[in-house]
């Protein structure tokens, strides 16, 4: 992990902030002085700053752009993974917030708080989520009515939640569902005889990816965006 992000993490200090106490002299890194914010930290590194020496505490909420081609999972035997996205100390405890498909990109959150990671994902909480959909033929025209009636999915016994459905243009619509099933906004598309051939997450709640967070690349969220992500939990 870099010493600049480290401090931020840390202190709650912004990167530009940071870097600055850094240049200033005030951090040290095993006893020395270091003015190098792109320092790479070793795991057992002591870091302090005017002396006093720091630890990363407390929960870690994180927002990821997701490129495709990356699993959401910490192992897998095939593809890279989101995790190897990140550069923080004890990656091993976080984990992603709900899960992508391996070609799907957008918003994905990170977390190693376990209670907040269940209030988004949990089916009882109907937490709304955003996609961008792109696809192979023409939007149907009763397709918003069909999807906010609720569709059945091949295999399953139960229709899905109203969904709301805003068509942009011949072949591209947002997507909001309020549940989870596996492959879901994929599989309405095939219930009303349309494929998906992009799929980019948007939104959770009206929490929306962040316009200058480019494609594999992640930030600690801000205080004001934990309490967004916290009024759809309720």
């Known amino acids: 992990m870099r010493l600049d992000k480290f401090i931020s993490s840390c202190t709650g200090l912004t990167r530009s902030q940071a870097t600055k106490v850094i240049r200033q002299g005030r951090v040290g890194v095993n006893g020395e002085p270091c003015?190098?914010?792109?320092?790479?930290?070793?795991?057992?590194?002591?870091?302090?700053?005017?002396d006093e020496p720091l630890a990363l505490t407390g929960p870690r909420?994180?927002?990821?752009?997701?490129?495709?081609g990356y699993v959401c999972s910490s192992d897998d035997p095939e593809h890279p993974t989101v995790m190897m996205l990140l550069d923080e100390p004890a990656l091993e405890s976080l984990n992603p917030v709900g899960r992508l498909d391996l070609d799907t990109t957008g918003l994905l959150l990170i977390t190693d708080d376990g209670q907040w990671l269940h209030r988004i994902t949990s089916p009882k909480h109907h937490v709304a989520k955003t996609y961008r959909v792109w696809l192979?033929?023409?939007?149907?025209a009763d397709a918003?009515?069909?999807?906010?009636?609720?569709v059945l999915l091949r295999g399953e016994k139960d229709l899905t939640l109203?969904?709301?459905l805003e068509v942009i243009a011949e072949?591209?619509?947002?997507?909001?569902i309020h549940e989870g099933r596996y492959h879901q906004v994929k599989r309405m598309f095939a219930?009303?005889?349309?494929?998906?051939?992009?799929?980019?997450?948007e939104k959770i709640g009206d929490f929306q990816l962040p316009?200058?967070?480019?494609?594999?690349?992640y930030r600690l969220l801000t205080e004001q965006e934990k309490y967004q992500l916290q009024t759809v939990q309720k």
Not at 136 to 140: G, L
Not at 191 to 199: E, H, P, T, Y
Not at 211 to 217: I, K, P, Q, R, S
């Open 136 to 140: 192979a033929d023409p939007i149907p």
């Open 35 to 50: 003015k190098q914010g792109a320092t790479q930290l070793k795991a057992d590194a002591t870091i302090t700053l005017d």
């Open 191 to 201: 219930a009303v005889g349309n494929k998906v051939v992009r799929l980019h997450r």
């Open 144 to 150: 918003a009515v069909q999807f906010a009636e609720g």
């Open 211 to 217: 316009e200058d967070l480019a494609e594999g690349e």
């Open 171 to 176: 072949r591209e619509a947002l997507l909001t």
């Open 61 to 68: 909420y994180l927002v990821l752009h997701k490129p495709a």
């Open 162 to 164: 109203p969904a709301e």
